[in-house]
């Protein structure tokens, strides 16, 4: 079953209206008809059966009829990226946001290989901020990942609270998947870091290592960031229960 997200609270009996975007997709991209039925969340996280009982020129209309009823991941991963260049970092937040992370920050590190002007900072966020939502819409995610503002390697630890720490580190002689196997993820926030093309440098390297940020290599080949990050959440959603946690 397909999902839409709707922007306001939504109650048991409710007609629900798409309009504009969202009324795009479903009528010149799925071609939906009358009848069909779509998983709908609101603004609170809730989540709706709903069927479609009306289609014009601009609007859809949907009979909100039962709850979607499923099991809530109570773990929530946050995913550092450092910023790469071309559309990786696109890659990474559909890909990732697919796997189930919960919260995205790309991050400026020193061997950053994209520079990006203020001005230009605003507009890149608002896209991934369109792609977690497509993405989240794919793949029937509860909730939209959150997409944070583009941060600075400095300012980590005001983004990170109580949990665990991981992050990928390609000359670590700890290999995250056996370790997984023998450490259960207690915690409820989950923190992973991806570095750049060109790696840490060594200060942000010690940085990490003395606030206790557990540093692991993923194979025994060069991965590209892209496919870090996507291999490192996954290897995490394996190990901490995924839905059923």
Known sequence: MKKIFYNESINLNDKVLIKEEDYHHLANVLRVKIGDSFVIGDVNGQEFIGSIIKITKNEIIF??????NRIIRQKKIHFFFSILKGDKNEEIIRKCTEIGVDYFYPVITKNCMVKIKP???FNKVN???IIAKESATQSLREKIPQVNKIIFFEDLNKYVIKGEKFFGDIKAKKGLYPYLRRNPIIED????FIGPEGDYSEEEKEFLYNNNWLGFNLSSYILRSETAAVTFCANIMMFMGGEND
Not at 189 to 192: G, L
């Open 127 to 129: 896209r991934w901020r």
């Open 119 to 121: 001005e230009e900072s």
């Open 63 to 68: 009979d909100i009829e039962k709850f979607f």
């Open 189 to 192: 926030n989950i923190y992973i």
